[in-house]
């Protein structure tokens, strides 16, 4: 197993008792991991979408982590889903990317909200990786604030006809099915959740956003339904509760994104220690330069910075599982935040330092630090900003009154 890996895992059994269970889980991601490292690393130097990483995701049988065994899932819980998520980060924010929107957002939003119809139809086939799940909220004119979505939908019949576009949806231009977010044309204070088969009639993908300026190995695309028609059976949850739906989903997302940030730093760590043992100026290793301690030092700050409020997120959610309560979900929600806002923030820092320690090979695509260099900058905007993070946070110290966005 992945040293780093097993530390964070060794750590964490101070705190909680895994099961044998847990643990043949983690070896699994970590397995995963492992095969992911040279595709990810190959498609990321062509600048193209990991076309390998679905396979071999779905070899190891990881695609249904989170999900129900009844479901065909590995029924893995929130603390064995955030070391996932860290294993994940040290690959590269791209497949953390194609996991996060697949399963913590796409999957899980079928786990919480889907009829038992919908997970056999959708869930278990997903888990087994025989689909790709996408979720599709964001709209060209509503981003931080989706309530202003204008994507519609018209009852006709015993279907739904829905209008609209989205936005900048991870694996939107390679998913099977996808959650749509709309609002009722007759009601329009109601928006609701649909699940969407991409082959259906009137689906289109506008463009797959190949320029940008990281997560080379995802896929980023903009949608457009035209008159697309969807069985009144496809309503996720219930008529007019979209917004739960959705909010709800990104709570675990943001979870998954703070934890593949945890891993992104472990990596940029691991390798700029390396490179400090190695490199030798000035006639001994840079390493002993004590500017590029204070990089190295700043990093390991970040990585602890990161990591516990992520994991402490994870225990409440186990808890949470355990004895839901209206209350444990304000907290969820906040501590979710936190962890993202802090973890989005110190990852973009710590690949910044890495990228210094390794001078003009950092700022090249073949070095690791390089590549999480124009990742990481996402993780500031996608799942939330850091300024909607930060007004959530303090709305929830200040109360609902001070809601500020
Ligand atoms: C690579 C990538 C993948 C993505 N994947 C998905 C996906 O799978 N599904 C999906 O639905 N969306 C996805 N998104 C969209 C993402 O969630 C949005 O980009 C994000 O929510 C911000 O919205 P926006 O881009 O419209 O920015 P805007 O909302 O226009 O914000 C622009 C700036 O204004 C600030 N701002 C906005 N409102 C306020 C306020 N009230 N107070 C202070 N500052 C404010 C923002 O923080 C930001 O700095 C993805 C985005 C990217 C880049």
């Known amino acids: 197993m992945d040293k780093s890996f097993s530390e964070s895992i060794e750590i964490l059994k101070t705190l909680y008792d895994f099961s044998a269970e ?8 970590d397995a995963a991991a492992s095969e992911l490292v040279p595709s990810e690393i190959d498609h990321y130097l062509k600048r193209e979408l990991n076309t390998d990483a679905p396979r071999i995701a779905k070899k190891h049988g990881i695609l249904g982590l989170p999900i129900d065994k009844k479901y065909g899932g590995l029924g893995a819980n929130p603390l064995v889903g955030v070391l996932a998520g860290e294993r994940f980060g040290q690959v590269g924010l791209g497949f953390s990317t194609f996991f996060g929107a697949n399963v913590m957002l796409g999957q899980m ?7 038992d119809e919908q997970k056999e139809r959708y869930l278990r086939r997903a888990a087994a990786g025989d689909i790709i799940m996408a979720f599709g909220l964001t709209e ?5 604030d989706p309530m202003s979505l204008k994507t ?7 279907k739904f006809v829905i209008n609209g576009s989205k936005y900048f949806i991870s694996n939107g231009g390679i998913a099977d099915a996808l959650i749509v977010f709309a609002r009722s044309k007759d009601k329009p204070d109601e928006i609701s959740a649909f699940l969407v088969d991409t082959d259906t009639k009137g689906f289109g993908v506008e463009m797959d956003l190949t320029e940008k300026i990281g997560l080379f190995t995802s896929n980023t695309a903009m949608l457009s339904f035209q008159d697309m028609e969807v069985p009144e059976e496809n309503v996720l949850g219930t008529l007019g509760n979209g917004m739960y739906v ?3 989903s990104i709570l675990n997302g943001r979870m998954g ?13 691991n390798a700029s220690v390396d490179r400090a043992r190695e490199r030798v100026q000035f006639g001994k290793e840079i390493g002993k330069h004590q500017l590029i301690q204070e990089h190295i030092a700043e990093m390991a700050l970040n990585l602890e910075r990161t990591r516990w409020p992520t994991y402490i997120t994870a225990l409440r959610a186990i808890e949470y599982g355990k004895n839901p309560s209206a209350e444990l979900v304000r907290e969820l929600d906040q501590r979710s935040a936190i962890a993202k806002r802090i973890a989005s923030r110190a990852v973009w820092e710590s690949a ?14 073949l070095s690791p630090v390089g590549r999480h260099y ?3 900058r996402v993780t500031r905007i996608f799942e939330g900003t850091d300024e909607i993070m930060e007004l959530k946070i303090a709305e929830h110290i200040l109360g609902k009154g001070f809601r500020a966005f």
């Not at 060209?140 to 931080?144: D, L, V």
Request: aromatic share 10%; with cysteine.
């Open 22 to 29: 847990d643990m043949q889980i983690l070896e699994r991601v």
């Open 374 to 376: 124009c990742d990481a």
């Open 140 to 144: 060209p004119e509503a981003g931080s």
């Open 152 to 158: 519609n939908y018209e009852k006709k019949g015993n």
């Open 352 to 365: 910044d330092h890495a990228v210094q320690v390794f001078g003009g090979f950092g700022y090249s695509l």
């Open 109 to 115: 939003s079928v786990q919480m909200w889907g009829s």
């Open 257 to 269: 994104v703070a934890s593949a940030c945890t891993g992104v730093i472990r990596d940029c760590l």
């Open 246 to 248: 959705a909010y709800s």
